[in-house]
């Protein structure tokens, strides 16, 4: 089995990643930007799997410095990188937030290089594919890439630029470890402690009442445990190399299908769950001053469908039911206390 360094290890989904590669048998070494949550990582993941405790090492890097970066990557085969600044845990300005995602690949790429690791597995985002472009009929491809140009938020400029960075990396440096990338659509699933990740909000919001009715647009979605999957999957096998892969359980889904599914599956526990969609006219309006609309404004009116094609036929990949793992990430709140379900 090999070595293998995970970026962000304590993230949601690097954290189901360093949980899939102890799962099958790797030897596994992780950055954390506060060493205080070493411990509890290695708790909630020995509270998910049995591993031997001496094949997870946390070490503490920082997209931010180049300090720890030579140290984290020394004598691993392969790198996931998956941390990212989000949202949650990002710069408050977007040059920031592109700045750090952006020199923090290459800093990545840099050790990886140095150290002489075969393949960098890159956390890239639909953010990077998905943004900017006109209204249209066709899922989105591997061959499509986000205008950032457009009116995008932040975090998709961000990803996409990083990602640009990335592969000019490769193509110009030369002498280099291999790159390929994943781009996972919207990510659910269940969380391995009481957080709560910026992907899973809506569902937290629907449960609590919050969202008195959906948004109007469509989106994919995909499991985390299938991302953290695709991730092994895309480190390894020998066609990956070079190439992008889309990660989504199938078509899009508007937001209100999505709290139906919550009502079906969870009875009494999403009675709060909303029941209409809000016209877009109005959605439009008050995304001009309610936060979280604010940040969809882009997508309003939108179906932003992606297409998995590709990976289930060359890697192998199969996603598990998008219902399933809807029902599954409200379980997994309601477990861990982020949400009561009442």
């Not at 790429?109 to 690791?117: D, I, N, Q, S």
């Not at 209204?135 to 205008?147: L, V």
């Not at 990956?240 to 889309?246: K, S």
């Not at 932003?304 to 990976?311: H, I, N, P, Q, V």
Request: overall charge neutral.
């Amino acid at each position: 089995m090999a070595q293998v360094l995970v970026t962000g290890g304590s993230g949601f989904i690097g954290s189901w990643c360093v949980l899939e590669l102890l799962r099958t048998g790797h030897e596994v070494r992780t950055t954390v930007r506060d060493p205080a949550r070493a411990s509890t990582l290695r708790a909630r993941l020995h509270a998910a799997t049995d591993f031997d405790d001496a094949r997870l090492t946390v070490v503490r890097a920082d997209l931010q410095s180049d300090d720890g970066w030579e140290e984290a990557v020394a004598g691993c085969d392969y790198v996931l990188h998956v941390a990212s600044p989000t949202l949650r845990n990002g710069p408050d300005s977007e040059e920031a937030m592109v700045g750090t995602a952006r020199d923090g690949v290459l800093r990545v790429l840099r050790a990886a290089r140095a150290a002489r690791v075969r393949r960098v597995v890159l956390t890239s985002a639909f953010g990077a594919i998905g943004y900017g472009h006109p209204p249209r009929s066709t899922p989105f491809t591997e061959e499509d890439w986000t205008n950032v140009d457009a009116d995008i938020a932040p975090y998709q400029r961000s990803k996409t630029l990083a990602e640009r960075a990335a592969w000019r990396f490769v193509q110009d440096e030369g002498d280099g470890p291999e790159l390929t990338a994943v781009h996972p659509v919207g990510v659910l699933g269940p969380v391995l402690g009481p957080d709560e990740p910026p992907s899973l909000q809506i569902i937290r919001r629907m449960l609590d009442g919050e969202v008195p009715a959906c948004p109007p647009f469509g989106f994919s979605w995909v499991d985390v445990r299938d991302v953290a999957d695709l991730h092994v999957r895309a480190m390894t096998h020998p066609a990956a190399a070079g190439e992008r892969w889309l990660a989504s359980a199938g078509p899009s889904l508007r937001m209100v299908e999505v709290a139906r599914i919550l009502r079906q599956r969870l009875g009494d526990r999403a009675a709060k769950a909303p029941t209409r969609e809000m016209p877009l006219a109005l959605a439009r309006v008050l995304s001009r001053f309610n936060p979280q609309l604010r940040l969809l404004r882009p997508q309003l009116g939108l179906h932003l469908d992606a297409t998995s094609a590709k990976a289930e036929r060359i890697l192998g990949w199969v996603p598990r039911p998008v219902e399933d793992t809807i029902a599954e990430t409200a379980e997994s709140l309601i477990a861990h206390g982020v949400t009561s379900g009442k």
